[in-house]
């Protein structure tokens, strides 16, 4: 459903490669990717960027893994359905974890930084819920966190089921201390290219280079990354069936009962709640199971009770969900 697939553009990737001579380049000359992948990364997004503000790495997963040591040892705030990566090597580093209560709003969160004076605020977009942080909420809470010192980091995973001009990446040239990261699992569906990026504001560009583990990326992934980035917008036949299907998903869990979440409308996924694990029990029992939130890195802190739910896309899997969903009872 992605024009151009991935697929193909691996394809072409790997037969342009030229063989052992890609695979035996050590590039000690461009060690974070940034001279060949921020021209790219720049026309992606429609923004200028210096090469010293992009870094790739080998997926987000050791991106946030990294980044954790911009908290030293100082507090983080973030939302409870935050994906916890980064909290949970912070806490290890001996940082304080403050994750607040959902649904938070940037107002909330904009307080809670007063309150606590953060060293690290971390936001999903979009988040758990789906939920896409506009560009004026993001700027609030960077300029809040500034304010007390501290860096905003925004997980990017699932934004690229956005245009490319609804990314956060197009603020860190307004801002000094925001770190977008970007990977190719979510929607591109090559989480085995092991390749992600950051792209930080001028004023956190050195301290974020200084964390990352340089030359993690392989220089074919980086060849297939940059490419996947130069094509464009893959995405624009999958937003309009997210569109077209999401709706009467929504509307038939709703009509069984279940408190949904829908989110934007052109993120695959909603959110069940989930009190007491009732809402799990009853699909399970139907054959079907939803995602629940990563357990929180905070004692006092219940996870949120919620069930994340990906929307059938293909006319099968609809069919699928259907014939499952006939052996619920409305409650």
């Excluded at 380049?25 to 010293?52: E, K, M, S, T």
């Excluded at 690290?120 to 700027?139: C, I, K, M, N």
């Excluded at 905070?298 to 949120?304: G, R």
Aim: glycine share 10%.
């Amino acid at each position: 459903m992605l024009e151009p697939a991935p697929a193909d553009l691996w394809a072409a990737t790997v037969a342009a490669a030229g063989g052992y001579p890609t695979v035996g380049h050590y590039p000690v000359d461009d060690p974070y990717g940034g001279i060949r992948g921020a021209p790219v990364v720049a026309q992606h997004f429609g923004c200028p960027l210096a090469p010293d503000q992009v870094s790739f790495g080998a997926g987000i997963t050791a991106l946030l893994r990294d980044l954790s040591g911009l908290a030293d040892a100082g507090p983080v705030v973030a939302p409870a359905l935050v994906h916890p990566d980064l909290e949970v090597w912070a806490a290890s580093r001996g940082a304080e974890i403050h994750l607040l209560d959902e649904p938070v709003t940037g107002a909330a969160l904009c307080d809670a930084i007063g309150a606590l004076r953060p060293a690290v605020v971390h936001l999903d977009r979009p988040s758990f819920t789906a939920h896409v942080s506009g560009f004026d909420e993001v700027t609030a809470v960077a300029r809040a966190a500034a304010e007390v010192g501290a860096v905003l980091v925004v997980d990017e995973a699932a934004a690229p089921y956005l245009r490319p001009a609804g990314s956060a990446v197009r603020l860190v040239g307004r801002l000094e201390n925001l770190v977008v990261l970007r990977g190719f699992t979510k929607a591109y569906s090559m989480g085995g290219l092991r390749c992600g990026f950051a792209v930080a504001s001028a004023g956190v560009a050195a301290r974020v280079r200084e964390l990352m583990v340089p030359m993690q990326v392989g220089e074919l992934s980086l060849a297939g990354a940059l490419r996947l980035l130069e094509a464009g917008d893959c995405f624009g036949a999958l937003r309009a069936r997210i569109r077209e299907v999401k709706p009467a998903f929504t509307a038939r869990l709703t009509d069984l009962g279940y408190l949904v979440t829908g989110g934007h409308e052109d993120i695959p996924w909603v959110v069940v709640a989930d009190p007491g694990g009732a809402a799990a029990d009853r699909l399970a029992a139907c054959g079907i199971r939803g995602l629940a939130p990563v357990p929180a890195p905070v004692e006092e802190l219940a996870t949120p009770a919620a069930l994340h739910l990906t929307v059938p896309l293909s006319p099968r899997r609809i069919a699928l969900v259907e014939s499952l969903l006939r052996a619920e009872v409305p409650t």
